[in-house]
């Protein structure tokens, strides 16, 4: 089967589901492990993924050299884009409790146990392991992808030396997301097992929480796409606000039909070059780095999530909790799988780390597609804001 029709034969297993939870609800409590099985086998591939990911996207970015001063400015201005996003992603949360209100059958209670209410400051001490166990625990990722950056990082200082590793990593990451994307072509089979099961055992309910949570991610990425990109760009670089728009609109019209920034990113760099006037030299570097580590969607991604798996399981985890939550989110999304369905395992990867439930991800994932079309477009359009930004400071450095 096409890979490109992953998601239409998710949404026929989505359909599938309902009907058995509706229809067979003793046979589909019963059949739940066909899920759990499917959940856990992403589970299986969240280290992996996440340690090639990060890899590949370091020792393949041979132009970092020569653009210093820009690369610098650039990541910085990545992340505060995206602790930004997260920001506003929380207040719009916030506003509408994506998990609240929800009248259930069944109302859902989580049985496990929570990641011990991590702060930022913990989330810092846990980045230095104490032991080789650490590195390699499935418990302590965030350990293991910062020896990826380090190790990453070393490679490409060494040159033509570390040829050999270089090679091998690369291959190594494309034999990772070939697994990874047989286990995805399990979805179907696994949204239909727990969306059947989720039906049955807490009613028609949860379809107004997936939807309020659908309606909460397009709201946030709205407002992050108005406060984070347009203004900045509108006021610092003086751009027109008709002729930015324009070009947007291009750029979305891609984003939403293919859900990939690399397959835009052609459009990009043309809208941005020639609509929006950014010099080629500066675009060409800014925007496909953007690609790999600029994931401002991911912030209203994983925000939206917290707060929904939060209330729908009625946690009750402290808002504090939250700048320890957009630490791990930016790490993450360095090491986005540019896979159909890959946001789905960063999801399940960052609620892992969290020691939140999971079982929300497979009535989610029937409907990632709807919520992909934003979190790209917002992933794209980041990228064309922190491009003429930078741009823009890089002019007045000339100037002066």
Do not use: H
């Amino acid at each position: 089967m096409k890979k490109e029709n992953l998601f239409a034969r998710i949404a026929i297993g989505f359909a599938i589901g309902i009907l058995l939870g509706l229809f067979a609800p003793g046979f589909s409590i019963s059949t739940r492990i066909v899920g759990d099985i499917y959940l856990r086998l992403i589970k299986f591939m969240v280290l992996p993924v996440l340690v090639c990911a990060v890899m590949t996207g370091i020792i393949n970015s041979a132009n970092i050299k020569s653009l210093r001063r820009v690369a610098v400015k650039t990541v910085v201005l990545f992340f505060v884009m995206f602790m930004a996003s997260f920001a506003v992603s929380s207040v719009v949360a916030t506003s509408i409790r994506p998990g609240q209100g929800i009248v259930f059958e069944n109302q859902p209670v989580y049985e496990g146990t929570i990641a011990g209410k991590l702060s930022a400051a913990d989330v810092l001490r846990q980045l230095f392991p104490g032991s080789l166990e650490d590195i390699f625990s499935s418990k302590n990722i965030l350990v293991t992808i910062i020896l990826a950056i380090i190790l990453a990082v070393v490679i490409v200082r060494m040159g033509e030396k570390a040829e050999p590793v270089r090679d091998f990593i690369n291959r190594l990451s494309d034999i990772v997301f070939r697994i990874l994307s047989v286990i995805m072509e399990t979805s179907p089979i696994g949204v239909m097992s727990l969306i059947a099961f989720s039906i049955a055992e807490y009613g028609a309910g949860l379809f107004m929480a997936i939807g309020k949570y659908i309606l909460c991610c397009w709201l946030a990425c709205i407002a992050v796409f108005i406060i984070v990109f347009m203004l900045p760009v509108i006021f610092y670089t003086e751009t027109d606000l008709k002729t930015y728009l324009r070009a947007c609109g291009r750029v979305a019209l891609m984003t939403i039909s293919t859900t990939s920034s690399a397959a835009t990113l052609p459009t990009t760099i043309r809208v941005c070059t020639k609509d929006l006037g950014a010099p080629e030299d500066i675009s060409s570097f800014i925007l496909p780095l953007g690609c790999t580590i600029n994931m401002c969607g991911g912030a209203c991604s994983f925000c939206c999530l917290a707060f929904f798996v939060d209330e729908f399981y009625s946690l009750g985890l402290p808002f504090a909790q939250l700048a320890a939550m957009a630490l791990v989110a930016a790490l993450l999304n360095m090491a986005a799988p540019g896979i159909p369905g890959g946001g789905i395992v960063l999801m399940t990867s960052f609620l892992t780390i969290f020691g939140l439930p999971i079982d929300l991800i497979g009535p989610v994932a029937a409907f990632y597609r709807l919520l992909d079309m934003a979190f790209t477009t917002i992933n794209v359009e980041g990228d064309i804001a922190a491009n003429l930004i930078i741009a823009k400071s890089e002019a007045n450095v000339l100037k002066s």
